[in-house]
């Protein structure tokens, strides 16, 4: 997933701030960390930091300096704007455009290291922040977005655009930026404008609220396990950090399954005990809906209706309508006929895969009738019985150190050239946290690049990328990129070894890393990550190819103690398998995304009260065809963080993007494969245009035609060429 921090006067204008809020909370009660209402005498975030490429100065940020520096910044930025409009002169590219892509960098800073920091490692000081400053920063994009005679002078500017004589990138600045205020309310009447400053203040409250709750009802529905012997399934290592954790919550002696945020959690898939499987499952899909402190079903309805009245302002049906306009789907009917393209065949593969399950269950002489809480269970033994091969072999030869460097930055040498080279001289915000020089093929430094690994309590849930510098030749900067996993940390001595899909995850947001590190655009409003939510995870997806490719897995799949190969014959079973489970995982996967479109396409007036969120939630399922009671939507409402943030209405995109993605991966086997050659046309066409040209055009001048579904279908096995489910499939990394 891509969560990017991006500059303040970027297309959207502090979206992905106010997107940041509704992802970022912690429950951390340590008093050191109690906020602060003074700030320091120095505050390192109101200059550019010293280091290099401005990487910030997290040794020297404290929680007490973000708030006054907001401040500050918001300022700032305010006097810039006033400085634009008072000219005297007519307005001109120059004068207008360029002046305010310049505006706003303290600003942008400051945003960029809070919500950096809040994903990655919060504190009761940041979560009070957080909470002070998301209503000030949505009426700060008001300020700007609203502005009479800012806007007058973009439009004057506009309407003169093709006797301007203006290269691509700048036309397309005067373009999306006309656009991104058009899409904000500049051209509503002012009383209108008054509705939509209210609504979006209280939208960016929820949001904060939203998230804190999430991350809080996280740390607070673990599973308390009585008794060693309840755990069976688990390896020793497993079952001495569910100790460790329960000690640490002063549990001696007991046991701890913390939750993810996931319907499904890791553990399902070992846990020997069914009623323990059906405590930990019930457990995890009762977060958000069970009264109390954490509850959010009355924020997702409230949120529902205000973003539907938001929209009707904006001259749009629902929300869906509103969002749809501004990605490459373009239209809800066109995002509807695609799920719906896709959902009877997922649905009816979920069912065969079902039906061979129960034939395990039956053949043990289990009794029973499968149940959500079982599939992962017995899912696992039938991928022993057809494969024969489980988890827990592959994890000795997925150990973090090779995967990272003998995969991710491995395959990216490969392919696009570059060389990573770790550095212990700058300062991190948390011990285990790394970082990187990344160099260009010709040895010129193209960025830095920040690792975190691990699951801590003070980091929300996922996995994401995000950027504290973006690259602009405007501005003369280069990017800092970094990539957040949730890894759960082992044992004090003991090696990281991953699971399968850690490592997908892993290959996954190092191309959003990618994506970011090889721009090179000269407005950062293009930078990167900077395009629709329904393209960003192309580039991010294709790259999971590579964890998988023959040379490079054989690269990092070594034995994390005698150094030896994965054996031949269980990689090719590895490979084999890569498809097995598919109905299932695009199942789950098209339910979230079927609610979210449920959700965000009702008018105002249409939002489910509170206490009909969930009896909502299940007639959208029914009416897609897609309510399977062993297959649950991969998030439900009450902790769906994605369309509380930057993927409201947009959780369909990672599927969109994947037609993208599997017919680039055809592309590059048709094409030679691994090449330098087929890298660098990747980068050249694509990576390195960050949001600069249209998303599609961009694809469409890569791949020389339009895309296929059809590479989409055969890999998902929705088919009838890929009925055969020991094809290859490629996960998404949704």
């Given amino acids: ?258 939750l993810l945020n996931t319907t499904q959690q890791p553990l399902l898939s070992q846990l020997e005990n069914r009623t323990l499987r059906e405590r930990l499952l019930q457990r995890s899909t009762e977060r958000g809906s069970r009264g109390g402190d954490y509850d959010n079903r009355e924020i997702v309805s409230r949120s529902a209706e205000l973003r539907a009245r938001r929209a009707q302002l904006l001259g749009f049906a629902n929300h869906a309508a509103y969002v749809l306009d501004d990605e490459t789907a373009g239209t809800v009917q066109a995002v509807n006929e695609r799920l719906a393209s896709l959902t009877p065949a997922a649905v009816a593969n979920a069912r065969r895969e079902a039906g061979e399950l129960q034939n395990i269950v039956d053949n043990m002489g289990g009794g029973f009738q499968l149940a959500a809480w079982d599939w992962d269970f017995h899912a696992e033994k039938l991928r022993r019985e057809r494969y024969a091969f489980d988890e827990s072999q592959l994890r000795p030869y997925l150990e973090l150190e090779s995967v990272l460097f003998n995969g991710l930055f491995f395959a990216a040498s490969q392919v696009y050239g570059i060389t990573v080279k770790e550095r212990f001289d700058l300062p991190t915000y948390q011990e285990d946290v790394r970082v990187f020089d990344v160099f260009d093929h010709d040895g010129s430094t193209l960025g830095l690049f920040i690792f975190d690994a691990y699951a801590r309590e003070s980091k929300r849930g996922g996995a994401w990328m995000n950027q504290y510098v973006a690259q602009s030749r405007l501005l003369g900067k280069r990017p800092v990129v970094a990539n957040h996993l949730n890894i759960p940390e082992p044992t004090h001595g003991e090696p990281t070894l991953l699971t399968f899909t850690e490592v997908i995850t892993a290959f996954h947001e190092f191309g959003h890393a990618l994506h970011g590190l090889f721009s090179d655009v000269r407005y950062a409003t293009f930078s990167g990550t900077n395009v629709p939510r329904d393209f960003v995870e192309y580039p991010s997806q294709l790259n999971e190819m590579w964890a998988t490719w023959p040379a490079v897995l054989a690269n990092y799949a070594k034995h994390h103690e005698t150094g030896e190969p994965m054996p031949e014959d269980l990689l090719d079973r590895v490979l084999s398998a890569k498809r097995f489970n598919q109905g299932y995982a695009t199942t789950e996967y098209l339910a979230a995304a079927l609610i979210d479109q449920a959700l965000h396409q009702l008018a105002p007036g249409e939002a489910p009260a509170a206490e009909d969120v969930l009896a909502f939630e299940a007639q959208a399922l029914a009416t897609a065809g897609a309510d399977l009671a062993t297959v649950p939507p991969r998030y439900r409402l009450p902790y769906f963080s994605h369309i509380m943030g930057g993927y409201s209405a947009g959780y369909y995109a990672y599927i969109w993007s994947e037609v993208l993605d599997a017919d680039t991966e055809q592309w590059f086997h048709a094409n030679g494969g691994m090449t330098r050659a087929n890298g660098q046309r990747f980068r050249d066409a694509l990576l390195s245009r960050g949001g600069s040209e249209d998303a599609m055009t961009l694809f469409r001048n890569f791949i020389g035609r339009e895309p296929s579904i059809e590479p989409l279908l055969e890999r998902r096995g929705l088919n009838e060429k890929a009925s055969d489910p020991a094809k290859p499939f490629q996960d998404a990394g949704t």
């Avoid at 907001?70 to 207008?96: C, K, S, V, Y």
């Avoid at 003169?160 to 991104?180: I, K, N, Q």
């Fill in 1 to 258: 997933m891509l969560r990017s921090s991006v500059r303040t006067l970027s297309i959207g204008l502090l979206a992905a701030a106010l997107a940041a809020c509704s992802q970022n909370s912690s429950n951390s009660t340590d008093p050191k960390e109690a906020p602060a209402t003074e700030m320091p005498e120095t505050n390192p975030l109101l200059t550019p930091s010293p280091l290099p490429l401005e990487y910030p100065p997290f040794d020297r940020i404290e929680p007490a300096h973000f708030l006054p520096a907001f401040e500050a910044g918001m300022a700032e930025h305010l006097a810039e704007i006033d400085g634009i409009t008072a000219q005297a002169e007519a307005p001109t590219f120059g004068n207008t455009l360029v002046q305010l892509e310049l505006a706003g960098e303290t600003l942008d800073r400051v945003v960029s290291v809070f919500f950096g920091l809040n994903s990655a490692h919060t504190n009761d000081a940041l979560n009070e922040t957080e909470a002070q400053i998301a209503p000030q920063l949505a009426k700060h994009r008001d300020r700007i977005f609203l502005n009479t005679a800012l806007f007058g002078r973009i439009q004057d500017v506009y309407r003169a655009r093709d006797a301007l004589e203006l290269g691509p990138e700048s036309l397309r600045l005067v373009e999306e930026t006309h656009r991104a205020f058009v899409r904000a309310g500049a051209m509503l009447p002012e009383a209108e404008k008054e509705s939509l400053r209210a609504v979006n203040s209280e939208l960016a409250e929820l949001r904060t609220r939203f998230s804190q709750n999430v991350l809080s009802e996280v740390n607070d529905s673990f599973v308390v396990v009585q008794s060693r012997g309840e755990l069976n399934g688990l390896s020793d290592a497993q079952i001495e950090t569910a100790a460790s954790e329960a000690a640490s919550r002063g549990l001696e002696g007991k046991f701890i399954i913390p």
